[in-house]
């Protein structure tokens, strides 16, 4: 960088004064950044280990995932999900279909609820 003064170049590099070694000025420029590099590696945790997780539970929740021999293919479904999930969709399921409990289901029922309440 050069400014011109009265006529007259004077150059403005930056230099190293007599008696102070390159390594000081290393250590004031890491005593200047030392907030910023201590706490990034906290950072980098937090991001690998909270946010990004976080990010691609949201988007497969809200997909449909289908396994294809290339690798698979996701589709946007939004609430679907959750609908399946909380009412049913029809299907029979690993306990089978959820229907209206028979008179003996209640009575096994309502003794094991009173063995718990009475334990």
Do not use: C
């Not at 007259?8 to 890491?30: C, D, F, Q």
């Not at 706490?39 to 289908?66: E, G, N, Q, Y």
């Not at 299907?91 to 229907?99: A, I, M, S, T």
């Amino acid at each position: 960088m050069a400014a011109t003064v009265d006529n007259m170049t004077v150059r403005s590099e930056r230099t190293v004064p007599a008696g102070i070694a390159r390594r000081e000025l290393w250590s004031e420029w890491l005593d200047r950044h030392s907030r910023e590099i201590f706490i990034a590696p906290a950072v980098v945790m937090i991001l690998i280990f909270a946010i990004f997780p976080t990010i691609a539970s949201l988007i497969i929740a809200v997909s449909r995932i289908k396994m294809t021999g290339d690798g698979y293919t996701a589709r946007f479904v939004g609430w679907q999900n959750f609908y399946k999930q909380f009412v049913g969709n029809e299907q029979v399921h690993f306990l089978g279909r959820f229907n209206e409990m028979s008179w003996l289901g209640w009575v096994v029922s309502l003794a094991v609820i009173a063995a718990v309440l009475w334990w």
